[in-house]
Nanobody, 121 residues
Framework: QVQLQESGPGRVKPSQTLSLTCAVS??????????WGWIRQTPGKGLEWITY???????YYSPSLKSRASISRDTSKNLFTLELNSTSPEDTAIYYC?????????????WGKGTQVTVSS
């Protein structure tokens, strides 16, 4: 079974960088043709993609967050990370890591439980 687990701080001060880690078990993040990424949920915007990284290391960023977000991976530890800099209270959200399976019609088939992140002073 595929499991994803987010970890990181629950609170970040405005202007600081949010760093989150997603540990993956039950599947390799380098297995073709899967994508691994970050989604967040806010009351106002609902669900939105932040970024993802493909099995080959190709990255994608939401245009609205591209300037502030960065995704990386550690294939030896089978995990990937999110760095979101210059945070503000509008970045307060539940952050999920997830897998996209192109071979399953690009279904977002596995999700972490999510982690609440609050940006406040």
């Amino acid at each position: 079974q595929v499991q994803l687990q987010e970890s990181g701080p629950g609170r970040v001060k405005p202007s600081q960088t949010l760093s989150l880690t997603c540990a993956v078990s039950g599947a390799s993040i380098t297995t073709e043709y899967d994508y691994w990424g970050w989604i967040r949920q806010t009351p106002g915007k609902g669900l939105e993609w932040i970024t993802y990284i493909s099995y080959s290391g190709m990255t994608y960023y939401s245009p609205s967050l591209k300037s502030r977000a960065s995704i990386s991976r550690d294939t030896s530890k089978n995990l990937f990370t999110l760095e979101l800099n210059s945070t503000s209270p509008e970045d307060t959200a539940i952050y999920y890591c997830a897998r996209v399976a192109p071979l399953l019609d690009y279904a977002i088939d596995y999700w972490g439980k999510g982690t609440q992140v609050t940006v406040s002073s």
